[in-house]
């Protein structure tokens, strides 16, 4: 099995949604296992133990919550021990022009650090799923394609 661990933090429940829309898509792949985990729950062994981690926050002034930021600085504990892991991003705002995009860059800027490859969209939210409130049938729609391209990578890079 290839474990997807998919982290997220939500407070109003449209973050959760996505990433449970993640988790379809990585159904998808024969052979892929998604693991949900609210940041809360998540632990530093479930890092090491996937194989792909996609991480998911509210966008808040532009940047991930801080309860996402401060697990991500916790894993300063095994840096160097997720280098060659598949990463990938989402993200929900209150709004347009809120901050979607930054929010994502900051989530991926972490996992290029520890050495993981991330994963894009090259059709459209190249840097992830983000949507305005709760996800709509085009956001879930690309937050299914994120959830099956990471774990389609995942899988290969395993073999």
Known sequence: ??????????????????AVLVSEGVRKID??????????QA????????????MGSPTYFGQMSGK??????T?????????????????SSGGTACGA??????????MLIHGMI??????HNHYGP???????????KICRLLGKRVAELASKLKG
Do not use: C
């Open 130 to 140: 983000a949507s305005v409130g709760a996800p709509g049938k085009r956001e879930a």
């Open 31 to 40: 052979g892929a296992e998604p693991v949900l985990k609210k940041v809360d």
């Open 43 to 54: 632990t530093l062994n479930d890092l090491r133990a996937a194989e792909a981690i996609i």
């Open 118 to 123: 991330v994963q894009g969209m090259h059709e």
């Open 68 to 73: 996402l930021k401060t697990f991500i600085d």
């Open 101 to 110: 995009e930054t929010t994502l860059l900051s989530i991926l800027n972490s």
């Open 1 to 18: 099995m290839t474990k997807i661990l998919i982290i997220y933090d939500s407070h109003t429940g449209n973050t959760e949604k996505m």
């Open 75 to 91: 894993s300063e504990k095994i840096h160097g021990r997720l280098v060659g892991k598949v990463g990938g991003a989402f993200t």
